[in-house]
């Protein structure tokens, strides 16, 4: 086996690119061209070894999940200023593998590919606007891209990623100018963020200076993100949105006034850029459309009675009452005709057929012949009845009975009812039948007319937009359908309910482009398709009158209108929609329902109770955030917080005066008589808390103690970043990384050692030496080097939230240093550290929110809109509703880029 090496890689430490070997080698120093064959030799060390082609598998998965959104690691290292790694050492000797220093074949080259080179301008055209304002709109970087990045390229990455051994499917070998990155974006971004965190190149390899890292990430970073604010004209385009079943449940409710909560029966939605309401995800599988289906169904049945004379009835029942005569008393509420029906069925015997006769209020109305043997028989009739209370008599008129013979004839009543007065409206009918039954038959002229002035402000407000003609009269040809078969206008109703409930129309957020938009063009969205964005951002539902009202008049397009009606929405019950559905996402809390510690390490205090209350906890600092818009930096430094008198002793904060003893005794005062009467088990009972504090549904504001501030020190979030059996610092700091900070590490490289196996093999040491030990692997260092120092701030909480000052027999070091030499000590300093950076978490939390009320992921030309917003809301120290106000007066939020004409 032969191979060469360049010139320039002299004396330099590589790898075999053999698929047969993988090893680590130093190249020679530069000499007559020569070709040794390797020689076998003893390792002198054993070191983690692997084949080129596990290595470029192994590579692959690494590097194509490092990160999703690239640009996001750009605040790590502005963050915290990462160091160069170590140089690698010797890893072979002359005598193991001698290799020729040949030069490498010289390659013409290429031609940079420029947006003068290719003809491209500012202006949109037809048919090629994409691609023209992608590259008009960047700013190219002031070095050239040799300059800049490719002498980096070529003396540290080429060898593994060039046109000859292109390991992880990643040929660097062709790219020669910023529109190279620029074409091949995804794939640049998951570069820069690995190379940025210090992951590559591998640190056995050669590696950087901090200076050389720190000038090609600045580089690739501007090529890739600098984009030039005043060409940017591009607001992005969003999937068309299925609801999701929060949006169902909600539209539901305020469209019909019914709550069912029938998608807690649907498939779950899948979930993209960390929130369930993305275009791209909610897709219509063939199980939810059977489920939207059988809803329909059941929301018509329940909002709207079929038969309103149903609701006219007063029926009383008597079994099977064997009688000569009886007397019943009804009321009749208004002069009107009254259906009267007879359930009744009689014992044959002798030569005639059982009969009986009846009256009302002394007036006879039925003679009636029983033909059927113990079989029922109804009997019903329609006469005019004066209001007040009348007696309805049934007498027996032809009894028989021989004893003899064993013949008895005899008479049983099954039931009486009275319907009426017929014609009338039930007075109760529920409010959601009267909300959408707003006309019938006999006062509109006809059922047709009935169902159109029905249904026309019922579908305009369930497609959330104007019903057109088309639309209402074939709604009102099914009514007429179902009514000339038999079935009453109301069932008629019924059905067409349903069918808007299933259409397109409603499952869907469907936004059009005007018929003459050039694609690419951005256009804005019409005001009912801005009310719709706007209330499914701040509600999760659909617009309420004022805003359809306000889309009517054309008016939501006014800044000041539009401003105003985020602060009504914001006040309004119905924002806590937004706690529910976009903070508890942002924060990750749904992972706390599946966190199950070991109870027999953390004791009595941590119930079911006690992750319910922890979660309410955040839930209620969230929309306090909200109604008393804070500074979204108080997410990090707030001194307050919210408990219920569970987790106030949890987390030692007094409630009402009482701590300790005393709230051992106030828990006591609500256990059930029975444990109070047992003194062993009272005593159990008093350790334990397993029972109902005294109001504990009651939660107030407080002062926290000072070694908790804000979510960080929240039992919520130190819960769900940990293990059932002990903390996670790994877990804390990556959290902090993509939750705080926006900077998600890429994932651990192939065949590393879990940190478990590290402890299980040195139980001995305390879990910072673990981890210590852990990061000596190559392929940890440079990304634990960032996330380790975050999480072991909170090592002096639990893996339930509680303070501790030994984690078993070690004693607690909370202390960190950050990779810009930031030291710290505990949680409160860091997150001092944090709120001195908050620019870092106010861009990422303003991503975040924008991603969720957009519906779509950020793309590099929203960061011009992004910034915009940064910036405006600054003065006022980026308070959460100014926030809200700049995301929804931005041009992603009121504009979209039209698609082809074809498309509509």
Same mark, same amino acid.
């Given at each position: 086996?032969?191979?060469?090496?360049?010139?320039?890689?002299?004396?330099?430490?590589?790898?075999?690119?053999?698929?047969?070997?993988?090893?680590?080698?130093?190249?020679?120093?530069?000499?007559?061209?020569?070709?040794?064959?390797?020689?076998? =030799?003893?390792? #002198?060390?054993? #070191?983690?070894?692997?084949?080129?082609?596990?290595?470029?598998?192994?590579?692959?998965?690494?590097?194509?999940?490092?990160?999703?959104?690239?640009? @996001?690691?750009?605040?790590?290292?502005?963050?915290?200023?990462?160091?160069?790694?170590?140089?690698?050492?010797?890893?072979? =000797?002359?005598?193991?593998?001698?290799?020729?220093?040949?030069?490498?074949?010289?390659?013409?080259?290429?031609?940079?590919?420029?947006?003068?080179?290719?003809?491209?301008?500012?202006?949109?055209?037809?048919?090629?606007?994409? &691609?023209?304002?992608?590259?008009?709109?960047?700013?190219?970087?002031?070095?050239?891209?040799?300059?800049?990045?490719?002498?980096?390229?070529?003396?540290?990455?080429?060898?593994?990623?060039?046109?000859?051994?292109?390991?992880?499917?990643?040929?660097?070998?062709?790219?020669?100018?910023?529109?190279?990155?620029?074409?091949? +974006?995804?794939?640049?971004?998951?570069?820069?963020?690995?190379?940025?965190?210090?992951?590559?190149?591998?640190?056995?390899?050669?590696?950087?200076?901090?200076?050389?890292?720190?000038?090609?990430?600045?580089?690739?970073? +501007?090529?890739?993100?600098?984009?030039?604010?005043?060409?940017?004209?591009? &607001?992005?385009?969003?999937?068309?949105?299925?609801?999701?079943?929060?949006?169902?449940?909600?539209?539901?409710?305020?469209?019909?006034?019914?709550?069912?909560?029938?998608?807690?029966?649907?498939?779950?939605?899948?979930?993209?850029?960390?929130?369930?309401?993305?275009?791209?995800?909610?897709?219509?599988?063939?199980?939810?459309?059977?489920?939207?289906?059988?809803?329909?169904?059941?929301?018509?049945?329940?909002?709207?009675?079929?038969?309103?004379?149903?609701?006219?009835?007063?029926?009383?029942?008597?079994?099977?009452?064997?009688?000569?005569?009886?007397?019943?008393?009804?009321?009749?509420?208004?002069?009107?005709?009254?259906?009267?029906?007879?359930?009744?069925?009689?014992?044959?015997?002798?030569?005639?057929?059982?009969?009986?006769? =009846?009256?009302?209020?002394?007036?006879?109305?039925?003679? /009636?012949?029983?033909?059927?043997?113990?079989?029922?028989?109804?009997?019903?009739?329609?006469?005019?009845?004066?209001?007040?209370?009348?007696?309805?008599?049934?007498?027996?008129?032809?009894?028989?009975?021989?004893?003899?013979?064993?013949?008895?004839?005899?008479?049983?009543?099954?039931?009486?009812?009275?319907?009426? &007065?017929?014609?009338? $409206?039930?007075?109760?009918?529920?409010?959601?039948?009267?909300?959408?039954?707003?006309?019938?038959?006999?006062?509109?002229?006809?059922?047709?007319?009935?169902?159109?002035?029905? *249904?026309?402000?019922? /579908?305009?407000?369930?497609?959330?937009?104007?019903?057109?003609?088309?639309?209402?009269?074939?709604?009102?040809?099914?009514?007429?359908?179902?009514?000339?078969?038999?079935?009453t206008f109301e069932e008629g109703v019924q059905l067409g309910l349903q069918a808007v409930l299933s259409s397109p129309h409603f499952l869907?957020?469907?936004?059009?482009?005007?018929?003459?938009? +050039?694609?690419?063009?951005?256009?804005? @969205?019409?005001?009912?398709?801005?009310?719709?964005?706007?209330?499914?951002?701040?509600?999760?539902?659909?617009?309420?009158?004022?805003?359809?009202?306000?889309?009517?008049?054309?008016?939501?397009?006014?800044?000041?209108?539009?401003?105003?009606?985020?602060?009504?929405?914001?006040?309004?019950?119905?924002?806590?929609?937004?706690?529910?559905?976009?903070?508890?996402?942002?924060?990750?809390?749904?992972?706390?329902?599946?966190?199950?510690?070991?109870?027999?390490?953390?004791?009595?205090?941590?119930?079911?109770?006690?992750?319910?209350?922890?979660?309410?906890?955040?839930?209620?600092?969230?929309?306090?955030?909200?109604?008393?818009?804070?500074?979204?930096?108080? *997410?990090?430094?707030?001194?307050?917080?919210?408990?219920?008198?569970?987790?106030?002793?949890?987390?030692? /904060?007094?409630?009402?005066?009482?701590?300790?003893?005393?709230?051992?005794?106030?828990?006591?005062?609500?256990?059930?008589?029975?444990?109070?009467?047992?003194?062993?088990?009272?005593?159990?009972?008093?350790?334990?808390?397993?029972?109902?504090?005294?109001?504990?549904? @009651?939660?107030?504001?407080?002062?926290?103690?000072?070694?908790?501030?804000?979510?960080?020190?929240?039992?919520?979030?130190?819960?769900?970043?940990?293990?059932?059996?002990?903390?996670?610092? @790994?877990?804390?700091?990556?959290?902090?990384?993509?939750?705080?900070?926006?900077?998600?590490?890429?994932?651990?490289?192939?065949?590393?050692?879990?940190?478990?196996?590290?402890?299980?093999?040195?139980?001995?040491?305390?879990?910072?030496?673990?981890?210590? #030990?852990?990061?000596? !692997?190559?392929?940890?260092?440079?990304?634990?080097?960032?996330?380790?120092?975050?999480? *072991?701030?909170?090592?002096?909480?639990?893996?339930?939230?509680?303070?501790?000052?030994?984690?078993?027999?070690?004693?607690?070091?909370?202390?960190?240093?950050?990779?810009?030499?930031?030291?710290?000590?505990?949680?409160?300093?860091?997150?001092?550290?944090?709120?001195?950076?908050?620019?870092?978490?106010?861009?990422?939390?303003?991503?975040?929110?924008?991603?969720?009320?957009?519906?779509?992921?950020?793309?590099?030309?929203?960061?011009?809109?992004? !910034?915009?917003?940064?910036?405006?809301?600054?003065?006022?120290?980026?308070?959460? $509703?100014?926030?809200?106000?700049?995301?929804?007066?931005?041009?992603?939020?009121?504009?979209?880029?039209?698609?082809?004409?074809?498309?509509?």
């Open positions: 086996m032969a191979f060469t090496a360049s010139e320039r890689h002299a004396g330099k430490i590589g790898r075999c690119p053999s698929a047969n070997c993988g090893r680590k080698l130093r190249v020679p120093e530069a000499r007559p061209q020569v070709v040794f064959e390797p020689v076998p =030799a003893e390792r #002198k060390s054993k #070191k983690r070894k692997r084949s080129a082609e596990t290595a470029k598998a192994g590579a692959a998965v690494w590097v194509k999940g490092a990160v999703a959104a690239g640009a @996001v690691l750009a605040l790590a290292v502005g963050f915290f200023a990462l160091q160069s790694g170590e140089e690698a050492a010797d890893l072979a =000797a002359p005598s193991e593998l001698r290799v020729a220093a040949r030069p490498a074949p010289v390659q013409p080259p290429a031609t940079p590919i420029t947006s003068a080179a290719a003809g491209l301008q500012p202006s949109l055209n037809v048919g090629a606007a994409a &691609p023209q304002m992608v590259l008009a709109a960047m700013v190219e970087p002031k070095l050239t891209f040799e300059e800049g990045v490719g002498a980096f390229l070529k003396t540290h990455c080429i060898d593994c990623h060039g046109p000859d051994y292109a390991e992880a499917d990643i040929n660097l070998g062709t790219v020669n100018s910023a529109d190279d990155l620029r074409a091949e +974006r995804d794939k640049w971004e998951r570069i820069l963020a690995i190379v940025r965190v210090g992951a590559m190149p591998p640190s056995e390899m050669d590696q950087p200076t901090a200076e050389e890292r720190a000038a090609a990430v600045d580089w690739i970073d +501007r090529a890739l993100h600098e984009v030039n604010c005043e060409i940017v004209n591009d &607001p992005g385009r969003v999937t068309v949105r299925r609801l999701n079943r929060s949006e169902y449940d909600n539209t539901v409710r305020d469209l019909l006034g019914v709550e069912l909560t029938l998608s807690d029966d649907f498939p779950a939605d899948d979930v993209g850029n960390g929130f369930d309401n993305q275009g791209d995800v909610l897709t219509l599988p063939p199980l939810l459309l059977e489920k939207y289906l059988h809803a329909a169904e059941k929301i018509a049945g329940q909002a709207i009675v079929g038969d309103p004379n149903s609701l006219l009835k007063t029926s009383k029942e008597y079994g099977n009452r064997s009688i000569q005569s009886m007397e019943e008393k009804f009321k009749f509420p208004a002069h009107g005709d009254y259906t009267i029906r007879i359930l009744a069925n009689a014992q044959q015997a002798g030569p005639e057929k059982a009969k009986y006769e =009846a009256t009302l209020a002394g007036i006879p109305f039925a003679k /009636v012949t029983l033909s059927g043997d113990r079989t029922q028989e109804v009997f019903e009739r329609t006469v005019p009845v004066k209001p007040g209370e009348h007696t309805l008599k049934i007498k027996f008129t032809n009894d028989f009975y021989k004893p003899d013979a064993k013949l008895d004839r005899n008479l049983y009543i099954e039931a009486i009812e009275v319907i009426g &007065p017929l014609g009338t $409206r039930p007075e109760n009918l529920p409010e959601t039948h009267e909300a959408i039954v707003t006309a019938v038959p006999e006062t509109a002229g006809g059922v047709k007319n009935a169902a159109a002035e029905v *249904f026309r402000p019922l /579908v305009s407000r369930a497609y959330r937009r104007p019903a057109t003609d088309l639309e209402i009269a074939r709604l009102a040809s099914l009514v007429e359908s179902v009514v000339r078969d038999g079935r869907f957020r469907i936004e059009r482009d005007p018929t003459d938009a +050039r694609p690419g063009e951005p256009v804005g @969205v019409n005001d009912y398709e801005l009310a719709s964005r706007l209330s499914y951002f701040l509600w999760s539902s659909m617009p309420d009158e004022e805003l359809f009202q306000l889309a009517e008049e054309g008016r939501l397009g006014d800044d000041a209108v539009l401003a105003q009606q985020v602060d009504r929405m914001l006040n309004d019950p119905k924002s806590e929609a937004l706690v529910e559905g976009f903070f508890a996402q942002w924060l990750n809390l749904q992972l706390l329902d599946e966190f199950q510690p070991d109870g027999r390490m953390f004791g009595p205090y941590w119930t079911s109770a006690t992750k319910a209350a922890m979660r309410r906890e955040t839930e209620l600092f969230c929309r306090e955030i909200v109604r008393e818009d804070l500074p979204v930096k108080t *997410f990090l430094d707030a001194d307050f917080t919210f408990v219920n008198p569970r987790l106030a002793e949890y987390y030692g /904060v007094p409630w009402d005066g009482k701590t300790g003893d005393a709230m051992e005794k106030y828990y006591a005062e609500n256990l059930p008589g029975f444990i109070k009467k047992d003194g062993d088990r009272l005593k159990r009972e008093r350790r334990r808390r397993a029972y109902a504090f005294r109001n504990e549904d @009651v939660f107030k504001r407080v002062s926290l103690p000072d070694n908790r501030r804000g979510i960080l020190t929240h039992g919520s979030i130190l819960a769900l970043t940990s293990n059932p059996v002990g903390t996670s610092p @790994v877990k804390r700091g990556k959290w902090i990384l993509d939750n705080i900070l926006g900077t998600p590490p890429p994932p651990a490289p192939p065949n590393v050692p879990a940190l478990e196996e590290t402890q299980e093999a040195n139980k001995d040491l305390s879990l910072r030496d673990a981890l210590a #030990k852990h990061r000596e !692997d190559p392929g940890c260092a440079s990304c634990h080097a960032v996330m380790d120092p975050l999480g *072991f701030a909170f090592e002096h909480f639990d893996a339930v939230g509680q303070w501790r000052e030994k984690d078993g027999r070690f004693e607690i070091d909370a202390s960190g240093e950050l990779p810009d030499g930031t030291t710290f000590e505990g949680a409160t300093e860091l997150v001092a550290v944090l709120d001195g950076r908050s620019d870092e978490f106010v861009t990422h939390f303003t991503r975040q929110l924008m991603t969720y009320g957009l519906g779509r992921g950020m793309e590099w030309f929203d960061r011009c809109s992004v !910034d915009e917003v940064v910036e405006a809301t600054r003065p006022n120290g980026h308070r959460f $509703r100014d926030l809200v106000r700049g995301i929804v007066l931005s041009d992603p939020f009121r504009k979209r880029s039209a698609e082809s004409i074809a498309a509509n």
